[in-house]
């Protein structure tokens, strides 16, 4: 018995690998396939090559844009980091009222040991 997810990565294995050998047959075997079906002489094999080429090029050049402008979109809208310095300092300060803090708390208990 095979997971969901397995179920899922097998089914886009199968497609992935069907889209690629036809990709292939249709690039380098095309104009095989006009001559022996003459029916699908549609398109001269120079232009499904050309084609089957341009598209997968178009959407990559396309996702590469999409991928700059999303990382200038993040870095356009994100806030910038507080200075190092400033951080250094919070945790100096935080780290003086811990020890302010526990030293009024060690003496609470002294007053109350001596109240004893």
Do not use: H, R
């Not at 899922?8 to 249709?26: E, K, N, P, Q, S």
């Amino acid at each position: 018995m095979v997971s969901k997810d397995q179920a899922i990565g097998g089914a886009i294995l199968l497609v992935c690998t069907v889209v690629a050998i036809l990709y292939l047959v249709a690039l380098f075997g095309y104009s095989w396939i006009i001559t022996v079906i003459p029916a699908l002489n549609i398109a001269s094999a120079e232009a499904v090559q050309y084609w089957l080429i341009a598209i997968p090029v178009l959407v990559a050049f396309v996702a590469i844009l999409f991928i700059g402008a999303w990382i200038g979109w993040t870095m356009a809208t994100t806030p910038p980091p507080k200075p190092i310095e400033e951080i250094t300092t919070e945790i100096e300060d935080k780290k003086e009222e811990s020890k302010v803090e526990s030293a009024a708390e060690v003496a609470t208990e002294e007053k109350a040991k001596k109240k004893k």
